[in-house]
């Protein structure tokens, strides 16, 4: 892409997000340019747990049924608590579908079902700015080519330039204490676990592991974030050493599965998210641009439900955007207007309560006070009474 192209929607950021957004318009029949700053399409940290709420919303883009071919159904849960060996295994039911993904296979699949010319990687937007005479943004891209688009959609993940650049967030992120590591485990025999979602505890660092396929189990490990990680962060082989040393005194069918992992597969990950308040008190569009995904309602894992409601915001996006190009018989800009206010009012009180309850299940393991334990549950059992709540959910139809 080079000199200055007019494109009518843009969509910053290749992405779980940005191409879920691209395909939820392709399926309405509206045009859109994906612009990715990386070579090629990322999909950094392995998998990703997609529950009922996200597997309507992929079913509304058309991709559920390709990739339930290669995700096992899980059919129920149990938590191990490792302190006490008198503690029992405490079984928990999974009521509705329940799968996790490759994120490769899930990127692929929105991709694959994207026209040709959709996507343009390495293109990174550097700035903004709405053109002084039409008020429609222009997009300042890093080979000096400048972009002039009727609508921007900032689907550029949890350090939004597009968010930052609009002062469309008036509070900073914030870090959990807590860090996520995340792998595979390959067993080329097939493994022996059944479809079940294990949870093991012991003292502050928690593993949960889920399989993929018959050969294929994700493992994830949650513990507190110390100054050393920076650094082993960027090495695969410190990051096994260092999740081996955390888990001292779990089973050793555990230990043997991070012993094992595929090491191109690890990731240890600091965790950034935005207070749950701020999705309330800020308005998410400037002119014709908007925001969507981590951009918006970067939130952190605890409830792995951000990038369920990624995808949900790019149905109800695409939805808004359709209805009102069918019936408005206003100007394109502020019919473009009406969409994103209309979208982002669906949006706003669901992402809310499911940031707030990403954050207080965040606290309650960054904490070591029991007192403030205490308060996170009292909270937890009178606002989340219904643990499931969040994948009840269904977006409509596109
Ligand atoms: C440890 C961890 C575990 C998680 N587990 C789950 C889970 O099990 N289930 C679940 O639903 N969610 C989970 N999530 C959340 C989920 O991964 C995110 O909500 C989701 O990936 C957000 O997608 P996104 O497209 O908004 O952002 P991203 O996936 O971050 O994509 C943003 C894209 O924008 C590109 N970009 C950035 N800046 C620019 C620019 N200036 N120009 C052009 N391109 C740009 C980036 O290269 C990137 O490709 C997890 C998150 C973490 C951190």
Same mark, same amino acid.
């Given at each position: ?266 990731? @240890?990950? $600091?965790? &950034?998210? %935005?207070?749950? +308040?701020?999705? *309330? ?62 979208? @982002?009012? $669906?949006? &706003?009180? %669901?992402?809310? +309560?499911?940031? *707030? ?42």
């Amino acid at each position: 892409m080079n000199g200055t192209v007019d494109a009518d929607i843009v969509i910053v950021g290749g992405g779980l997000c940005g191409l879920a957004t691209a395909l939820a318009l392709h399926r309405k029949s509206i045009r859109s340019l994906v612009l990715e700053r990386s070579e090629t399409l990322r999909s950094t940290g392995a998998a990703i747990l997609v529950q009922a709420n996200g597997w309507r919303a992929l079913d509304q883009l058309g991709v559920g049924s390709t990739l339930r071919q290669t995700s096992l159904l899980i059919q129920g849960g149990k938590f191990i608590p490792l302190n006490d060996p008198e503690a029992k295994e405490i079984p928990f039911g999974i009521s509705q579908e329940f799968r996790c993904i490759k994120r490769t296979d899930l990127i692929k699949a929105l991709a694959n079902s994207l026209p040709v010319g959709t996507i343009h990687t390495r293109c990174q937007v550097l700035s903004i700015e709405l053109d002084p005479l039409t008020q429609f943004p222009q997009l300042m891209l890093s080979n000096g080519s400048i972009l002039q688009a009727k609508v921007v959609i900032g689907c550029d993940g949890v350090n939004s330039a597009i968010a930052n650049m609009f002062g469309l967030h008036k509070t900073r992120l914030l870090f959990f204490s807590t860090s996520v590591a995340r792998g595979f485990t390959n067993y080329p025999k097939g493994h022996e676990y059944a479809s079940e979602f294990v949870m093991m505890c012991r003292d502050q660092v928690q593993l949960g592991r889920i399989p993929v396929s018959d050969t294929l189990v994700y493992w994830f490990i949650t513990r507190l974030w110390n100054s050393q990680d920076s650094t082993i962060a960027k090495d695969p082989v410190l990051i096994r050493q260092s999740l081996m040393e955390s888990m001292k005194g779990y089973p050793v069918e555990a230990m043997d599965m991070i012993r094992n992992c595929k090491l191109n597969s690890l990731h @240890l990950t $600091e965790l &950034k998210y %935005r207070p749950p +308040w701020d999705l *309330l008190f800020n308005n998410f569009r400037k002119g014709t641009v908007t925001i969507a995904g981590d951009a918006m309602h970067a939130s952190g894992p605890f409830i792995a439900q951000g990038g369920s409601a990624s995808i949900e915001d790019a149905v109800v996006l695409a939805r808004c955007l359709a209805q009102k190009m069918q019936t408005s018989s206003n100007t394109k800009k502020n019919m473009f207007e009406e969409a994103f206010d209309q979208y @982002l009012k $669906e949006r &706003k009180m %669901r992402i809310f +309560w499911l940031s *707030l309850h990403t954050f207080l299940v965040g606290k309650k393991l960054d904490t070591q006070s029991s007192i403030v334990r205490f308060i996170i549950l009292a909270f937890m059992a009178v606002l989340f009474r219904d643990p499931d709540w969040h994948s009840r959910f269904d977006c409509g139809k596109l």
